[in-house]
């Protein structure tokens, strides 16, 4: 199977060098220097079975400014099959895009495009959260090693067989329910605990996610993105390690606010992430929407770029807009006013020692 990730980036700093004849030399050197750094993320949720259309869509992102895709995988899909994933990957690399996976509903734990339930917790069904009350719930519980063996596992197979740069983890959910499973009762005795360390645990698995993708291959980026009603929980994910991005889905329309809430949204997850050092992403909403609320694009978009997140994500014809094709150009004038990368030419001079100087 081919397995290409591109060296890391690549994109930011180049060098070119001239050939010493004389006691001194010059050394040209060029960067690309960002007046803004801001790398764009576009979610491709599309199939990879026809690779023209797939490489006319991937040029089109990649034209658009984007250096990354978003692609997720449900439990049902790779086995069925993996040639065509192995090729869009592919292609995604080809046309100079970096490749972030997204495990989708994987144990009914994370988002997905796809509205599928997750295939292990159907097949595992001792491995479900038990509430309070003793009744079952569609969601594998964390706490339990033999669904998070599975996971790194399928993880680890993932990043050894196929062209990925970055996981994504979409909206972790699991703080809903309070666990009351043979498993969360022997890891916290103490009943009164068990919704603090619902929550405890629940950062300890990410961050434990996190640490298995590193230790697969350290140069793989690790992103959680977050539902801005859990911006709370940046705090705590920020303290991970192994955890290089905090994403939040600023969706205005989808959670009925005004357009207006954008911007303070952003601004919380934006400072929380710089506080702890951490990569932050704020995704558009550039889907699910009608003919009114499309016109909301533009001031959405204005206050992303006010708040100066290290990234941007959006969609590619995503779901369910009442005019996809005007969303998308909308979303494609947008991009263009993040500020592109500039090169910037510089002249070192250097002695036969190597001592290097700048002009
Ligand atoms: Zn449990």
Redesign the pocket.
């Known amino acids: 199977m081919r397995k290409k990730r591109g060296s890391e980036d690549t994109s930011r700093s180049g060098q070119g060098t001239v050939s010493p004849g004389t006691p001194s030399f010059a050394i040209l050197q060029f960067f690309l220097i960002g007046a803004g750094r801001m790398e764009i993320s576009v979610a491709y949720y599309h199939s990879f079975l026809h690779p023209d259309v797939v490489k006319r869509d991937f040029d089109e992102i990649r034209s658009a400014g984007a250096g990354s895709i978003v692609y997720a995988i449900h439990e049902q899909e790779e086995q069925r099959w993996p040639r065509d994933l192995e090729r869009g990957l592919g292609q995604a690399q080809d046309a100079g895009l970096k490749v972030h996976l997204s495990f989708g509903r994987y144990g009914n734990l994370f988002a997905g495009p796809s509205f599928v339930p997750s295939w292990y917790t159907f097949r595992h069904p001792q491995s479900r959260?038990?509430d309070r009350h003793g009744r079952h719930h569609e969601i594998s519980?964390f706490?339990?090693q033999s669904f998070r063996d599975w996971l790194f596992r399928e993880i680890e197979r993932y990043l050894s067989r196929y062209p990925i740069n970055g996981v994504l983890l979409d909206e972790p959910r699991s703080l809903d329910v309070t666990?009351?499973?043979s498993?969360?009762r022997a890891l916290c005795p103490d009943v009164t605990d068990l919704e603090r360390f619902r929550r405890r645990s629940m950062i300890d698995f990410l961050g434990e996610l996190c640490a298995c993708v590193k230790r697969i291959d350290a140069h793989i980026k690790t992103t959680v993105v977050v539902l801005p009603q859990d911006i709370a929980q940046i705090q705590d994910l920020a303290q991970l390690p192994d955890l290089d991005t905090i994403g939040c889905h600023l969706f205005w329309n989808l959670l009925n606010e005004q357009v207006t809430i954008v911007e303070r949204w952003g601004r919380n997850v934006v400072e929380m992430a710089h506080l702890h050092e951490k990569r932050s992403q704020l995704w558009l909403q550039n889907f699910n929407l009608d003919e009114s609320s499309e016109k909301d694009l533009e001031a959405a978009f204005s206050q992303m770029l006010h708040v100066e997140a290290d990234g941007l994500g959006c969609y590619y014809y995503w779901r369910n807009n009442a005019n996809p094709t005007r969303v998308w150009e909308t979303t494609r004038g947008l991009l263009r006013r993040i500020p592109r990368r500039q090169l910037h030419w510089q002249v070192m001079v250097s002695d036969r020692q190597g001592a290097k100087q700048a002009l």
């Open positions: 959260v038990i519980c706490n339990q666990c009351f499973c498993v969360c």
